[in-house]
């Protein structure tokens, strides 16, 4: 079972977020770790744009081993996180508009543990998950999923296997299927990011009370996880809950003090709640980290200017 464990983190997983857009600009995230699943921290990320024109963005991860790139233009880039005394990893992977697109997580592996897993079970799993991976990308769906079923059938503990079938099944709008992978990878290991794209299924096969069950779970089970709170805040946003909505971007800026959509939902729930100084304050602070998002950024201004005296 270790060395399953150890296989999976070599997988370049692919999985959806649910959350609604709300930007003109795209915003990556993921997250970087060593062999034995301990965050990277200083690891480089570029993000190369991969649609006719040159787009670069470079940033680091941080102690959590978690790096955040915002104002990306939308489209396919090639993600490249090197560190010194690893082996470099690349993929290729889409950001789409509004909320973060949670890139796969990174498994950057020292030098001496990539020269012992070179050519072993190891290698020949990353090279078959490979391969899965770019008949999905290709939209060749059918052959993905019995490439996929190939390597659940050898090697059934490995959680990235499911989540890219419920994937690929939520592209073909076969929900039930999506729903069976996705529970499937969650009891391989936990993770926000399924989650969401569980409850994701749920809301689009129109099962909403599930869907929140499902969003609330992960949020009660992971109080301090800044992206799980987050996820929640949209949820019970779009939902009307307010306070509860403001309860979750709270929890989640304590995780994650420069999380800058959660001042921004903070402050524009307060000015709805009439509490202009708590709304002054964040959306000050969403101002001050630099947002990109050019509508948020343009909506807090007014806002701003119109809950602030001139002088």
Known sequence: MKRLLIVGGLLLGLALVGTPAEAQTGTARGKVFDENDKPLPDATVLLEYLGGITRKYETKSSKKGEFTQVGMYPGMYKVTVTMEG??????????????????????????????????????????????????????????????????????????????????????????????????????????????????????????????????SQAAGANPTDAK??????????????????????????EADPSLADAYYHLGTLYVGQNKIPEAVLNLEKFLSLNPSNAQNVATAQGLLAALTPKK
């Open 228 to 253: 799980a709170q987050f996820n929640m805040g949209i949820f019970n946003l779009n939902a009307g809950k307010s306070e509860e909505a403001v309860g979750n971007f709270t929890r989640a800026l």
């Open 86 to 215: 690893y082996q470099g990893s690349t993929l290729e992977y889409r950001i789409s508009l509004g909320d973060p697109t949670e890139i796969p997580a990174f498994k950057l592996l020292s030098v001496a543990a990539a020269q012992e897993a070179a050519g072993g079970p190891a290698d020949q799993l990353r090279t078959a998950f490979k391969e899965a991976l770019d008949l999905t990308q290709a939209g060749k769906l059918d052959e993905a999923i019995v490439a996929y079923e190939a390597i659940a059938a050898t090697e059934p503990g490995v959680p990235e296997v499911y989540q890219n079938l419920g994937y690929v099944h939520t592209q073909k709008k076969d929900w039930a299927k999506a729903e069976e992978a996705y529970k499937k990878a969650l009891e391989l290991r936990p993770s926000s990011d399924v989650s969401a794209a569980l409850a994701r299924v749920y809301q689009e096969s129109g099962q909403s009370e599930k869907a929140m069950e499902v969003m």
